[in-house]
């Protein structure tokens, strides 16, 4: 079975601490994506990857950086982490290409920052 | 520019009656849309898709949705609801740029017994 595995599913992190969440997917896929989720804002686009090495911004990059060193791997990085960043985060995959393919999502980390 | 909008934060349906989730939609071109679903605490789940051909796709769990071009909407449905499809709905649309999806706030469904 396909899957995109989230290394945590809480955490908790201090105001000012350095976070990193990671994402793996075991389909060979050369799309992945961030997003978070917040009540009544549906999912929004942190960053995406079209390649290895490769990154682009979404909607809402401010405060985030990501790294995409191996092709299963897409890791989000908050650099010094503020409690409006409070969240759920969503890694999704995708196949290249053609549309109509659609994502695949981890089970999602819940991060809080105190 | 492309945009998804789920008109609807909370819909409350009885254990065997219909259902509908209601999605409209923007995008330039032909769009190909889809629905997932979210139970608590977890990420999110396909359930179908309209890519081209007939307006009325079916997919998982007994939904089904309709594509309307007219009205720009892409509802879901499902005939008979269960306690068990209670959960966040959410539609998205992927548009020219092929690899980026456009969601919908998403909608909560609750099915009473």
């Known amino acids: 079975d396909v899957k995109v595995t989230q290394s945590s599913r809480y955490l908790v992190k201090r105001t000012g601490e350095k976070v990193f969440l990671e994402c793996v997917q075991d389909?060979?896929?050369?799309?992945m994506f961030w997003y978070r989720q917040d009540p009544g804002l549906g999912l929004r686009l942190i960053y995406f990857?079209?390649?290895?090495?490769?990154?682009e911004k979404g909607d809402i990059p401010e405060g985030y950086s990501v790294s995409r060193e191996k092709k299963e791997r897409f890791s989000l990085i908050l650099e010094s982490a503020s409690t409006n960043q409070t969240s759920m985060y969503l890694c999704?995959?995708?196949?290249?290409?053609?549309?109509?393919?659609?994502?695949?999502f981890g089970s999602g980390t819940r991060l809080t920052v105190v | 520019a492309q945009s998804v909008a789920q008109p609807e934060d909370q819909v409350n349906v009885a254990e065997g009656n219909p259902l509908t989730v209601k999605c409209t939609y923007s995008?330039?071109?032909?769009?190909?849309l889809f629905w997932y679903v979210q139970y608590p605490n977890r990420g999110l789940q396909f359930l179908l898709k309209?890519?081209?051909?007939?307006?009325l796709v079916k997919g998982s769990y007994g939904f089904e949705a309709e594509f309307n071009k007219s009205q720009t909407s892409f509802h879901l449905k499902k005939p008979s609801a269960l306690v068990s499809d209670s959960a966040l709905y959410f539609c998205?649309?992927?548009?020219?740029?092929?690899?980026?999806?456009?969601f919908g706030s998403g909608t909560k469904l609750n099915v009473k017994p």
């Open positions: 995008v330039s071109g032909n769009p190909y």
């Open positions: 998205a649309v992927q548009g020219y740029n092929f690899n980026k999806f456009y």
């Open positions: 389909m060979d896929h050369e799309n």
């Open positions: 309209y890519i081209t051909g007939d307006n």
């Open positions: 990857s079209y390649d290895v090495k490769m990154k």
């Open positions: 999704a995959s995708s196949p290249p290409g053609t549309g109509g393919s659609g994502y695949t």
